[in-house]
Structure formats: structure tokens, C-alpha cells
């Protein structure tokens, strides 16, 4: 069964701290998505990438970064977290070719910044 | 600029009842269009997509309806039971490798026993 891991479902923070999300997907897929889901805002682009040390920003990259050294991880950070950015992460991954759009989901990291 | 409208927002409907969510969409070069189906505490799913070649698809209970000239795109889900309840979420995407998927802001379906 194909899988997208996202290694924290919940974490609880403080403002100003660095945060970690991972992904890990074992499909070999080219693409990787991480999305922020919030009620009544429905699933946000944060950044994506299409291949190994390659990044894109998406529609709301503002205090976010990534890193993606291998084709299975992506990893997405907030160098400074704030209360703002209390959500739901989603990471996503699509193989290339005809099937980038087909996007496997994982479970979601819910991050709380107090 | 919100480049995929839902609608309703949320649908309560009894068992054995038709569900239907619309979707509608601003940008004419999408040609890919897909739903997404979430059940609490997991990511969303693919459920079911079309493209603008044929105006309507069925998989099971689940059939999308596709208007081009109008720039809508609807999900019914025929006989629905409650374990159809769930955020649904339809979404939007030129087609191509490097295209990327533009989502609605989904809408919670409730489906009463």
C-alpha cells in the first residue's frame, strides 16, 4: 500500500520556536506538496517541489521554508513559529508525467503554536 | 481571487438521499478536475476526476457532471449512507507534468441514519 508518513500528527510549540514538519513518501514520486489546511479556507499551497533540491514557492509561503536532499523526504519549517500559523499541515506527493496530478495525501500534522 | 467556488457549505441529507455538491471555476485553461474525499483524522483522497472530453462520469454511487460552457463541475452521490459523511473537496488543474491542483474550500456532508 503506497504511503505518504508524516512522522508528527501532533505537536504543541511555543512562539518564536523552530519548527520541523517530515514527510516521508515511498513511492518514488518526482512531486511533493506540503498543504495548511484551515476551516473555511479549505487546503492552502504552501511550497512544492518536482525533484531533489528543488523548491517552488505555492499561494502562502510567507514564514515557511523547505528542504527537500531526497526524493522521499520533504520537510517543511517555520524558522519562527507564531500563533498565526496554529493549523493542520498536510503533506502530498504525485508521480510525474500524467499522473502529477493524482496527489496521495498523508495524515496531517496538527500544529499548535501557544 | 478564489479560482474554485463550492457550494453548499455544508449538506446535511437523510440516508438513501441524493447528495450534490457544485463547484465552479474561473479559469478556462483547467482541464483536469478532480474530488477529494476526507474523513476526520486522515488526509483527503481521491474519489473520482473528470476531464472537459466527456460532460459526465460514474464510478459506483458517485457520478460527476461536467459544464463546460458554464464553467461548473458537480458531485452526486446516489443512495448516500452515513458512511459518506465526510469533508468533500473539489479541486482544479491544467493538465502537464508541472501543473498543480487548486482546491475549493470544501464542504462537510452529513448523512443522517
Known sequence: DVKVTQSSRYLVKRTGEKVFLECVQDMDHEN?????QDPGLGLRLIYFSYDV????????PEGYSVSREKKERFSLILESASTNQTSMYLCASSSGGSGANVLTFGAGSRLTVL | QQQVKQSPQSLIVQKGGISIINCAYENTAFDYFPWYQQFPGKGPALLIAIRPDVSEKKEGRFTISFNKSAKQFS?????????????????????????????????TLSVRP
Open chain 1, 32 to 36: 511533493m506538496f506540503w498543504y495548511r
Open chain 1, 53 to 60: 533540491k528543488m523548491k517552488e514557492k505555492g499561494d502562502i
Open chain 2, 75 to 107: 458531485l452526486h452521490i446516489m443512495d448516500s449512507q452515513p458512511g459518506d459523511s465526510a469533508t468533500y473537496f473539489c479541486a482544479a488543474s491544467m493538465d502537464g507534468a508541472n501543473s498543480k491542483l487548486t482546491f475549493g474550500k470544501g464542504i
